[in-house]
């Protein structure tokens, strides 16, 4: 057992190049995983006005995140409602996102199955949650540099306006 503790190894900046001690102190924090820049398209918080981003914007409608872009999204407020309409965004991206993260509202509801078939014959993962949920998630995964997009429906119903 001593042995084990005398192999045990503490990371210490001093053992590493020179570069790395003189840009990082001992208090500053690194995320090896991420890029340098996250996406610009990083969410702050829900609530039932909507979904408001770090930069200020608040989006009091649905809406799909996909590629550091935000587009509108016009659902109806029943999730189960939703068509494969409703995502054909998804067939003429390029590339395609790996998983789309669906947020449902202000509580679970799952999707009809024809509209988790249609994605699943794209190539795209769907992972269904609450929207509070999957603003986290969402996040988390961007993050990571993972290729994912999020379709978001708000807590509260809203309808975009139309405009001719």
């Not at 190894?9 to 590493?16: A, E, I, Q």
């Not at 659902?75 to 409602?81: E, G, I």
Request: hydrophobic residues 45%.
């Amino acid at each position: 057992m001593a042995s084990l503790l005398l192999r045990r190894r503490v990371f210490s900046p001093s053992r590493f190049a020179p570069a790395f001690r003189a840009t990082h102190s001992a208090t500053s924090l690194t995320n090896i995983l991420g890029s340098d820049t996250p996406p610009p398209t990083q969410i702050a918080s829900v609530s039932s006005s909507g979904i408001l981003l770090e930069d200020g914007l608040l989006l009091p409608g649905a809406a799909i995140f996909l590629d550091g872009k935000i587009f509108l999204w016009d659902v109806p407020d029943s999730v189960t409602q939703w068509k494969r309409e409703h995502l054909a965004l998804f067939e003429v991206v390029v590339p395609r996102p790996e998983i789309l993260i669906l947020g449902t509202g202000q509580e679970l509801a799952h999707p009809p199955p024809s509209f988790r078939s249609f994605l699943t014959e794209l190539g795209i993962q769907v992972d269904v949650m609450s929207t509070r949920n999957a603003c986290s998630t969402y996040n988390l995964l961007a993050e990571e540099g993972r290729r994912v997009a999020a379709a978001l429906a708000p807590l509260a119903p809203y309808r975009w306006p139309k405009t001719h």
